[in-house]
């Protein structure tokens, strides 16, 4: 059935049902590994300058979006970049602090798992981990929105169901 199950994440009330679900499907599947995975979407882009002669040109690291990696120009992340040295390290500190939680979690209902933090849009970057990890089912949790909420702010579930190639399990 399920050999590679991955579970989305965010700490909401709907992404804590899936969690459990996730949970309860792994114990009836045991040969199936689960991926448990945040995406931090606060983040600080890595913005370097690159040398160019006598003109320098900002760069927007590559981590951002892995689907855009394969546009950067050859040689980007070679020597001649500078990056930037006042990073705030907060987004890096939280999904530190979230993965850990997640950990924790999995521990106390004894279910091994691996638990990913992520950075970047979340639709994109879930699809991306998808593609690249072979995944054939991703559990995640509804966002809850409706109406005008939904219509203005989006819904990652939506984006999720719509573009990604394998089956989802929306837990409400």
Do not use: W
Request: charged residues 20%; negative net charge; contains cysteine.
């Amino acid at each position: 059935m399920y050999t590679n199950i991955a579970m989305a994440y965010d700490g909401s009330d709907g992404s804590r049902m899936a969690f459990e679900k996730a949970i309860e499907l792994v114990n009836v599947l045991p040969d199936a590994k689960l991926s448990v995975i945040y995406v931090n979407e606060d983040y600080r882009e890595s913005v370097g300058y690159m040398d160019a002669g006598s003109a320098s040109a900002p760069v927007v690291s590559a981590n951002v979006d892995s689907n855009y990696a394969q546009y950067m120009p050859y040689g980007i992340g070679d020597e001649k970049i500078s990056h930037e040295k006042d990073y705030d390290g907060a987004a890096a500190e939280y999904s530190k602090h979230v993965q850990q939680s997640i950990q924790r979690q999995l521990d106390t209902h004894n279910t091994k798992a691996s638990v990913l933090a992520l950075e970047g849009n979340a639709a994109k970057t879930i699809t991306a981990f998808i593609e690249e990890q072979n995944i054939d089912l991703l559990i995640i949790g509804n966002s809850g929105k409706s109406g005008l909420q939904k219509f203005f702010v989006g819904s990652v579930s939506k984006k999720l169901i719509q573009d990604s190639s394998c089956s989802i399990l929306v837990v409400k």
